[in-house]
Nanobody, 120 residues
């Protein structure tokens, strides 16, 4: 079994910053990619940023230049630095990981979600 534990959400004023973290644990052979999605009320879940084990990154258009994703591969941890936050960034942010388990199964895992609220 594989679990993702997120931390770092909260309430911040527009223009402020927050840093999210997510740790993958359990029966993991390899973590192929980790990333963050978000879902605002009444909207579909969308990719915000992702990072492969090789260091390649991918960002949603709305966050490019403001948000930075990084990984500590040895610790199975992904970090998400969010700067210049806007009210439209308000959403539940979900950590996502694509892993290979110790039994060599490929698995996609989701965290429980952490609320990010940006006040104007």
């Amino acid at each position: 079994q594989v679990q993702l534990v997120e931390s770092g959400g909260g309430l911040v004023q527009a223009g402020g910053s927050l840093r999210l973290s997510c740790v993958a644990s359990g029966s993991i052979f390899r973590v192929n990619s980790m990333g963050w999605y978000r879902q605002a009320p009444g909207k579909q879940r969308e990719l915000v940023a992702a990072c492969t084990s090789g260091g390649s990154t991918n960002y949603g258009d709305s966050v490019k230049g403001r948000f930075t994703i990084s990984r500590d591969v040895a610790k199975n941890t992904v970090y998400f630095q969010m700067n210049s936050l806007k009210p439209e960034d308000t959403a539940v942010y979900y950590c996502n990981a694509r892993v290979v388990t110790s039994r060599l199964f490929e698995l996609e895992v989701w965290g429980q979600g952490t609320q990010v609220t940006v006040s104007s």
